[in-house]
């Protein structure tokens, strides 16, 4: 059974950066796209950004590719992601993902984190 835990949200000023991890289990992973989605209060589940963990190459929303920054530690089956120049409207729940096919749909992924809250203060 997949299971993926999220850490690293919290609160931060507007500028500020923050790092989160996510932690998969349950089977091997090498052959999955991996990443993010977030979701801020009344509004749908959008995709942040992915990783494929075999080759490390990446994806990104458009708006959010130059403050963001996805990687993967391959020993660990985990994904990071890293997110500097913070601003209010990125505060929401941030939900780590798991498919083997490339998904910018929410509705299309198959394993999900529980989601981890970041809020971003003014």
């Known amino acids: 059974q997949v299971h993926l835990v999220e850490s690293g949200g919290g609160t931060v000023q507007a500028g500020g950066s923050v790092r989160l991890s996510c932690a998969a289990s349950?089977?091997?992973?090498?052959?999955?796209?991996m990443g993010w989605f977030r979701q801020a209060p009344g509004e749908e589940r959008e995709f942040v950004a992915s990783i494929k963990m075999r080759d490390s190459s990446t994806e990104y929303a458009n708006s959010l590719k130059d403050r963001f920054a996805i990687s993967r530690d391959n020993a660990k089956d985990t994904v990071y992601l890293q997110m500097n120049s913070l601003k209010p409207e990125d505060t929401g729940v941030y939900y780590c993902?798991?498919?083997?096919?490339?998904?910018?749909?929410?509705?299309?992924?198959?394993?999900w984190g529980q989601g981890t809250q970041v809020t971003v203060s003014s």
């Open positions: 993902f798991a498919d083997l096919n490339r998904v910018l749909v929410a509705t299309l992924v198959d394993y």
């Open positions: 349950g089977r091997t992973f090498n052959n999955y796209f």
